[in-house]
Nanobody, 115 residues
Framework: QVQLVESGGGLVQPGGSLRLSCAASGISASIYTLGWYRQAPGKQRELVGT???????TYADSVKGRFTIARDNAKSTVYLQMNSLKPEDTAVYYC?????????WGQGTQVTVSS
């Protein structure tokens, strides 16, 4: 039974910060690529960032320099530290885990950036 459970979303003002967490269970998270996608209303789901089992990190250009992805294998958790948030960052943020033919999604957590 694989579960990815996101937490940490909420309402924040422009320029503020949030940290999202995603706790994985039912998989050996240390050997998976972990990451975050986001989806705004009426738009396609888009990549935010990934971190491989070897700690190779990729970010979307739109968040580079503002967001930081990290993983804690002992806790089977991936984090997304979001700083300098902009209204265009408003979306549902989804955690994912991928390895070979196996891939899993979390349920999503809402992030709203607004004055």
């Amino acid at each position: 039974q694989v579960q990815l459970v996101e937490s940490g979303g909420g309402l924040v003002q422009p320029g503020g910060s949030l940290r999202l967490s995603c706790a994985a269970s039912g998989i050996s998270a240390s050997i998976y690529t972990l990451g975050w996608y986001r989806q705004a209303p009426g738009k396609q789901r888009e990549l935010v960032g990934t971190i491989t089992s070897r700690n190779i990190i990729t970010y979307a250009d739109s968040v580079k320099g503002r967001f930081t992805i990290a993983r804690d294998n002992a806790k089977s958790t991936v984090y997304l530290q979001m700083n300098s948030l902009k209204p265009e960052d408003t979306a549902v943020y989804y955690c994912y885990a991928y390895r070979g033919i196996s891939g899993y999604w979390g349920q999503g957590t809402q992030v709203t950036v607004s004055s």
